[in-house]
């Protein structure tokens, strides 16, 4: 019970797993898709488990929970003198804004591709036309709460869509 109960509150780390299946159709090697895929899905799933361990262990389970964003308060009390680099999470920091970047870069390109091919027409005016629509959706949290609250409603929307709604149609399809 306590994993169904985990599944509402991860589903936003979820979203995205689409992509997969769109891109095979913009490489020039399609057959090499699942390799890549499983590289991909395998190296950041290792470095995830590596640093949930690493949290974990170094703040305890009741210190991840009231902490916001435990792993940078992990990085941050970790000091090593003499080292290049004292402030391990401005690096920390930077792959995380170079991982948002990517993410919205391809999820931006996949929604215009989307209404491109839904209506037969030119990627180009849905490009920019997407665009606003996103600035306002970033524009409604006006703190640290109401980001989390907007991610946790993405989250709900995405599992009905991409949870439910699969499930909806296969039951379409038998008949």
């Known amino acids: 019970m306590p994993v169904l109960k985990g ?3 991860t589903s936003l780390a979820y979203l995205g797993l689409e992509i997969m299946l769109i891109l095979p159709a913009f490489m020039k090697h399609p057959d090499k898709a699942v390799k890549a895929a499983i590289v991909g899905v395998t190296v950041p799933l290792l470095f995830y488990l590596i640093t949930v361990v690493m949290v974990i262990g170094a703040l305890s389970i009741d210190g991840v929970v009231t902490i916001t964003w435990p792993t940078i308060t992990l990085v941050r009390s970790y000091e090593e003198p003499g080292i290049l680099f004292e402030r391990f999470e401005s690096l920390l920091l930077v792959i995380w804004i170079m991982q948002i970047f990517t993410t919205f870069n391809i999820t931006h390109f996949m929604a215009a591709l989307g209404l491109a091919q839904t209506f037969k027409t030119n990627i180009r005016p ?5 665009l606003p629509i ?3 959706i970033t524009m409604f ?3 640290i709460n109401d980001v989390l609250k907007l991610g946790d409603q993405i989250g709900d929307i995405a599992l009905c ?4 709604l699969p499930l909806l149609l296969l039951v379409i399809s038998w008949r």
């Open 7 to 9: 599944i509402k509150t």
């Open 126 to 130: 849905f490009i920019y036309g997407v």
């Open 134 to 136: 996103i600035f306002l």
């Open 141 to 143: 949290p006006k703190n």
């Open 161 to 164: 869509l991409f949870g439910l």
